[in-house]
């Protein structure tokens, strides 16, 4: 544990940025790949 205990208001922002990026980067990636395993074949 840390001493003193920094800042927990930063601490949890950090934890809600970084949540928001692998929301973020996994939704980007199932729409990636949706759109290429739809999109290769055909146009619907």
Do not use: H
Request: no cysteine.
């Amino acid at each position: 544990m840390m001493n003193g205990m920094m800042m927990p208001g930063m601490m949890w922002g950090m934890a809600l940025v970084w949540l928001l990026v692998v929301v973020v980067l996994v939704l980007t990636a199932a729409g990636l790949i949706k759109y290429l395993r739809s999109g290769k074949g055909d146009r619907q």
